[in-house]
């Protein structure tokens, strides 16, 4: 439940005055659907009317903007624009007019002219585009971070790294107990564990249900191909997915994928060869070119489909107070705020006594870009050139409600080494920063999560052996 769908459901319950514990078996929040995705908040044209993902997908996109002017958190509505190169795609585009108009979500045809003068990157022989002003751009990490920092603020417990490997009936409600063999108990239990949401639910009932983990990888343009494209570029629709995207993403730098390839392994987040051509051999059905050598970065993501092609949000059919948030891939994202409120409507979340001192948010030690260089000296050290972060933004990544220690988070808080060294050159000082900071060897300093030592041995011992 450290995902963005988790982060909104703890927010919502921070309102009220009841104890909340989060259990994840992450080491870090935003660590893995939500890490990799293609951060975008869809208009929700695309989804079978009638269908959740429908309606949370476009109540999910009316949401975000006044969020992330709360939290202030950059946002930015680009609009999408979904291409056709044939006849046969033109009538499809109509097609996706006519769903668009029965979910409410505000479409426009465009001719192929004034596709290429908006976009004149777009492989000449496009024929029509569906343009759709609402869908943006987010950072899905930076919501997660802002909502369980506020959540935290208001009382919820989070605990991470604790993996859950049983869930029980007590003689009030439930016990649940985690890998590390502690035991909690729980009046009423939200199970939304991402991928493995089907494996906590046969913990204690018994279920139809499947979740099959489908992989996607992607690779990053350099900010140096930024006007490469000016909206979200995506192909038509199929069984498969959205295909291959280009997205300007908030930093000025252009994300292309994903893949779409269902796996067997639930944590399989390696990129490949023949993804990377499959994704430049797509790509170039829609584009006139792709800047290959602009490349700075590839990753991999897995979404959680499930049997029922759709979100399932329900309370158990066995067990009263069991309530289950599964199957939420795309559009995910853009639903996660809906589908909080959608759980807090079925669960009935305003019965529950409101807090009477609920604390407006207030960034603590993230967010920290226009501190006084004078009274702190060293936001004036910059440590990642490229992304332009500073000494006392990386301590402040390690602290407060959210903190982190290791590589990975610094990067996910703060963007140390997500520009185009990719941490080449700013690393080695955030692992002697995050060294002195918490008082450990760098060889005690991880990537990411256990048996991720970023150090091996020191250099002189290379010589001993």
């Known amino acids: 439940m450290q995902g963005v769908v988790g982060a909104f459901i703890a927010k919502e319950l921070s309102h009220y005055d009841v104890k909340v514990l989060v259990l994840d078996k992450e080491n870090d929040f935003a660590n893995q659907t939500t890490m990799a995705n293609s951060a975008i908040i869809h208009s929700g044209y695309d989804p079978k009317p009638g269908t959740l993902k429908a309606k949370l997908n476009v109540q999910g996109n009316q949401m975000y903007k006044d969020i992330c002017h709360y939290y ?53 022989t496009v024929k ?73 639910q046969k913990m204690i009932e018994p279920t139809e249900d499947a ?18 494209v000016n909206h979200i570029i995506f192909p038509l629709p199929t069984e498969r997915g959205k295909g291959v995207l280009a997205v300007p993403i908030s930093n000025r730098e252009i994300l292309i994928g994903p893949t779409s390839e269902v796996i067997d392994d639930f944590d399989d987040v390696t990129t490949t060869k023949e993804g990377l051509s499959y994704l430049i051999k797509e790509i170039k059905n829609t584009m006139s070119t792709v800047p290959t050598d602009r490349i700075i970065h ?20 066995y067990n009263t107070g069991l309530y289950h948030v599964i199957g939420i891939e795309s559009p995910g994202l853009a639903s996660a705020p809906a589908i909080a409120k959608y759980l807090a409507d079925l669960a009935a979340f ?25 009274d702190h000296p060293d936001y004036g050290v910059i440590i990642c050139h490229c992304e332009h972060v500073s000494r006392q933004e990386i301590r402040d990544a390690m602290h407060g409600n959210v903190g982190s220690h290791t590589i990975k988070g610094i990067k996910k808080r703060v963007r140390a080494g997500f520009g ?4 080449g050159f700013c690393e080695p000082t955030i692992v002697r920063l995050i060294s002195q900071e918490m008082g450990i060897s760098p060889k005690e300093v991880l990537h990411d999560g256990p048996n991720s030592a970023v150090l091996k041995r020191d250099s002189k011992e290379i010589f001993k052996t």
């Open 72 to 124: 202030k958190i950059p946002f930015n509505q680009m609009g999408s624009l979904t291409v056709a190169f044939d006849e046969a795609g033109v009538a499809r585009l109509h097609e996706l007019k006519d769903q668009a108009t029965i979910n409410g979500v505000e479409v426009e045809l465009l001719s192929a002219e004034e596709v290429l003068a908006q976009e004149p990157a777009i492989n000449p």
């Open 128 to 200: 029509m585009a569906l343009l759709a002003p609402t869908a943006s751009i987010v950072y899905p990490w930076q919501i997660t971070f802002a909502l369980f920092d506020h959540s935290i603020s208001n009382g919820v417990e989070v605990k991470l790294g604790q993996e859950v490997v049983a869930l029980r009936k007590a003689q009030e409600g439930y016990t649940i107990e985690t890998k590390s063999g502690e035991e909690f108990q729980a009046h009423h239990v939200i199970n939304c564990a991402g991928l493995f949401g089907v494996e906590i």
């Open 211 to 228: 979740i099959t983990p489908r992989k996607g990888e992607y690779f990053v343009l350099t900010r140096g191909a930024y006007k490469y």
């Open 298 to 317: 590839e990753f991999a993501g897995l979404r959680a489909s499930s049997t029922r092609h759709d979100f399932i949000i329900e309370e158990s059919k």
């Open 350 to 374: 305003e019965q529950l006594p409101r807090k009477t001192n609920f604390k407006e948010y207030q960034p603590t030690t993230l967010i920290t870009k226009h501190k006084q260089v004078k």
């Open 420 to 423: 185009p060294c990719q941490g």
